[in-house]
């Protein structure tokens, strides 16, 4: 996976700080309470969301353990449809394959969608460098790309920007890309928002190709799903001659019926809506509606060898719907940026060191960024025990054992000179050096499973005999999650 | 060996744990959520559309059959639209009274042209009271699926109570995943910008829905 932000510190310097940034603490914390207090209205509605949820888990693992089978019929539908389908076994044969499909339009330029997919294979850069200019289209995505930055969130890339930077990035940045920011630009949303429409509209109205990834997938009938809420995914989707999709293996579901769970669990768990503004599906090709050409980029790049670890498989079952970035106290002081890829947050911390391996001194340390609350694993739509991946991982790290590296049965050395404990060591000491985090970690691990035992059981045994784990306090995670309002006492931005 | 032959391969031997007799697809997943969310009559479940289309701010109207080309023209003057664009297959009858300009959705009119039309009329397809959804499947009187997303005003008509269903699984249902569908939950919104909802962006500003029946 070449998704690492070059040159990025190990989550425990990047954290360090990231913590000492005022503005992105305040932007930050801000958010995800917000977001926080609302998808729990959200799904307060809904009397059977126990049981959608466990459907949804329970779709996803049947089509994880069937995958080989649901491909090849998905393959089969697309290609029935008038879609052509390509295969992409890393990043790079990706990027590659986006590439040439553009180059064979004629075009030098391409409108995109949001997705993590291309994010993940850094699919700009690799255009850029073949003459190819990707516009981003989505706000956020439009303010990070402006702004030469790197996205923080899942769902709200631009987080950790406030209404001033974002207007100085505006009127700074626009006229490089294209229509200038108006004159006299304020910062106020609804200007902003004006702005960036004119400044892409300009885009869309002439755009030729298309660039997207999607939600889902459905294998019985070669249906892609696209979720958003601007409108931008339905310009890049409808607008151009020509369509690309880049979609990780693991977004299937099985038939067009699954998609009633899915449909109502995401987006209360990301924006916390009863539904997002615009949901778009499309079935290969129509004639006379959207793109007469469709292509849909299959991409491995670490899914299959997600795949071979029976724990941490279950990472593969994510949504994204960002719901455990917005309640995991970790993410909320350290922000995204210090996960150092794409996926930030608590799903960050299992699926980034799954898909590129623990190699790198980042990948290794992404383990010990949590602390092991269990919060995400209570809002995740489709139950991906977090914390189980999460020991799991330090486990792996410190001890080594077999892993599958590109398709290939590897043994991992227990952590070279025990770099990877240091950097576990370094977690700690960030933690116990940030009496707020430290504090909040504490009181949470009252309720969790986990952390009861004084030793971890099975391999974990020999690791947890000469360490002693947290000791549990007495006042329960609930009562504290409600009495200092999910780590702050500052009541003001809930609502 | 292709990415294809690879990544397969790949996939098969990930998961050498699964036994071949594994739970087939039928039994795997216990469909035990609802199939709608509370007990309400027909015209309450409009009532719930109504409410939760205006809660996303959607502008609701209701009329009898009878009226509905008078709306129609009151909303449209309202606007100021000089300009509507209008399915081919359209009940002629629902723009009798409009003075705006028809223009028609042609296959060969770009994207520019329908920039600058001043608003949109169309039916829909089923429409989903729980969540204040209307979806659009490309039919004859909805048309194709850019024709409403550039304008920016978009009027669409809801026949009640026949096209109203309670929820999503009773919407797929109804749907065929074939054609494409546009699922809209109020006019195109953002709320990249400190988390502060703006109305628009890209999609049309402003969405008014007419429940006729
Ligand atoms: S892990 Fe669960 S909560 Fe987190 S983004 Fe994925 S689906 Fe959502």
Redesign the interface.
Known sequence: MSGTFVGMPAFPKAAHEAVGNQTLRA?LR??TH??RAKRANAVA????WA??R??GK??K??TL????RY??QLEESVTA?GGIVH???DAD?ANRIVADLVKETGESEVVKVKSMATQEIGLNEALEAEGIRAYE????EL?VQLGKDRPSHIL?P?IHR??GE?RDIFTREMSEWGRPAPEGLTDT??E???A??LH??EK??RAKVGVSGANFM?AE?G?LVVVE????G??C???PETLISVVG?EKIV????????F??TLPRSS?A???????????GT?D???PGTFHLV?L?NGR??T??D?VG?QALRCIRCSACLNVCPVYERAGGHAYGSVYPGPIGAILSPQLRGTASEIDASLPYASSLCGACYEVCPVAIDIPEVLVHLRERVVQGGPV?RE?NKVVLKPAKGHGAERAAMRAARWAFDRPGALRAGQRLASRTRRLHPRTLPGPGKAWSATRDLPAVPAEPFRDWWQRTNGGTTDEGTAK | M???E??????????A??PQD??P?GE???????RE?GARSTEETVELLAE?LAD?RAVVHRCGADELPSVLARLLTERKAATVLVPPGLDEAWLAEADAARVADR?ES???EL?RVDSVVTACAVA?A????IVLD?GPDQG???IT??PDHHICVVRVPEQVVSS??QA??RLD????????????????????R?E?????RTLEVILVG
Do not use: C, K
């Open positions: 932007n801000h958010a917000t977001i509605e809904v009397s059977d049981e959608l466990e459907a329970r779709i693992d049947h353990r069937h995958l080989d491909l090849v449809a295969w992409a076994a044969e289209t989505d706000l956020a303010i709200v631009a406030n209404r974002i949303p609804a902003l928002a004006d960036a429409r892409l509209r869309f109205l459905v009938t249906t809420s601007e409108g931008n339905r310009m989707l409808t607008l293996i099985p038939t067009w019926r699954d998609l009633e769970v449909l109502q924006t809506e009863r539904m997002n503004p615009y949901t778009s599906t499309w079935t129509t006379g509606d959207g299959l491995d299959t060898d795949l071979a029976e498989r599958t398709g | 292709s990415s294809r690879r990544i397969l391969g790949r996939v098969r031997r990930a998961l744990d699964v594994d739970t697809y795997a997943v216990a469909r035990d959520y609802l969310h939760n996303y296959m770009g994207a520019h920039d989903v729980e969540t204040g959804t490309g194709r699926r850019r997303l550039v999503v699984p797929l249902e995943p074939a054609r494409p569908l546009t699922w809209i939950s109020g006019p195109s919104a953002t709320s990249d910008i400190e988390l502060d703006v628009g962006v890209h999609g049309p």
